[in-house]
């Protein structure tokens, strides 16, 4: 049994396919679920100057990650499913070392992740943070694709 359930949303559909099946999971099991949302700087790059991005422009992508997982916790509260949400900055690192040092810290039982599934050269050029989790995790991880 699953006591402790993180699921990692960031608004997209495969991102709500794996938060549905977590909350299913969790209300059959009576388990607690954690939703993360990790406000990903990462992608932001510097000019020729070297400055930075703006901080209105991190702001806004906080207000925007609020914002998901208000919405991620009403979906899973409209199933009478315990839910605590937590927003975390990447500051530069990968996602996938941010999810694993949140399952870590909370003690998660099972991490829930929608994919892309990619393969071929979008998987090379974009990565799997959801490989990367699999690969490293030391609790099990459920991986849901969205149906096609």
């Given at each position: 049994?699953y ?37 990903d ?75 892309h ?32």
């Open positions: 049994m006591e402790r359930i993180l699921v990692p949303v960031d608004g997209s559909e495969t991102s709500k396919r794996g938060l549905a099946e977590a909350t299913r999971l969790a209300r059959e099991q009576g388990s607690g679920l954690r939703c993360l949302h990790v406000v700087a990462h992608f932001l790059t510097f000019d020729c100057l070297g400055i930075g991005y703006q901080s209105n422009l991190m702001e806004s992508m906080r207000e925007n990650g609020r914002a998901i997982l208000e919405e991620a916790s009403e979906r899973v509260k409209e199933n009478g499913v315990p839910v605590e949400c937590v927003m975390k900055d990447s500051g530069g690192r990968r996602v996938s070392e941010m999810i694993l040092e949140e399952a870590g810290s909370w003690g998660a039982d099972l991490i829930v992740m929608g994919t599934g990619r393969r071929g050269l979008s998987h090379l050029a974009l990565g799997s943070d959801a490989e990367l989790v699999v690969r490293d995790s030391p609790v099990p991880v459920l991986l849901v694709r969205i149906a096609r």
